[in-house]
């Protein structure tokens, strides 16, 4: 588990300095993004919003839209039915990414 952090946050690094290389300086829109997050569960306002939850099936964690409030994560939207066959293709490939990433390093 400690292994899978760690190759985690080189990925998250990495991906970082992709987007800085990309779009310029993003701590900006981190924290904006971090600053709905807090505002969501402070007060309660059950908001749908992209968050990384934890999806059993691959041991791991994967960004989907989710009711947060107050309780964090109240229910995740299930998505699948609303995307279109090359949108289920690229969904599926990165959750095997992940579970391939994680079975790696057991």
Same mark, same amino acid.
């Given at each position: 588990? %400690?292994?899978? *952090?760690? /190759?985690? /946050?080189?990925?998250?690094?990495?991906?970082?300095?992709?987007?800085?290389?990309?779009?310029?300086?993003? +701590?900006?829109?981190? =924290?904006?993004?971090?600053? $709905?997050? %807090?505002?969501?569960?402070?007060?309660?306002?059950?908001?749908?919003?992209?968050?990384?939850?934890?999806? @059993?099936?691959? $041991?791991?964690?994967? =960004?989907? @839209? +989710?009711?947060?409030?107050?309780?964090? %994560?109240?229910?995740? *939207?299930?998505?699948? @039915?609303?995307?279109?066959?090359?949108? #289920?293709? #690229? /969904? +599926? !490939? !990165?959750?095997?990414?992940? =579970? $391939? =990433?994680? +079975?790696?390093?057991?």
């Amino acid at each position: 588990m %400690i292994l899978t *952090l760690i /190759l985690f /946050l080189q990925e998250a690094k990495c991906k970082c300095s992709e987007i800085t290389e990309r779009k310029g300086y993003h +701590a900006f829109g981190t =924290a904006t993004i971090l600053t $709905d997050i %807090i505002e969501c569960v402070l007060n309660n306002s059950k908001k749908v919003m992209s968050v990384s939850v934890r999806v @059993p099936q691959i $041991d791991s964690c994967v =960004a989907l @839209p +989710a009711v947060v409030g107050a309780e964090g %994560i109240s229910m995740v *939207l299930n998505i699948w @039915p609303n995307l279109n066959k090359e949108e #289920q293709t #690229q /969904l +599926a !490939g !990165g959750v095997q990414f992940i =579970a $391939d =990433a994680i +079975a790696s390093t057991k």
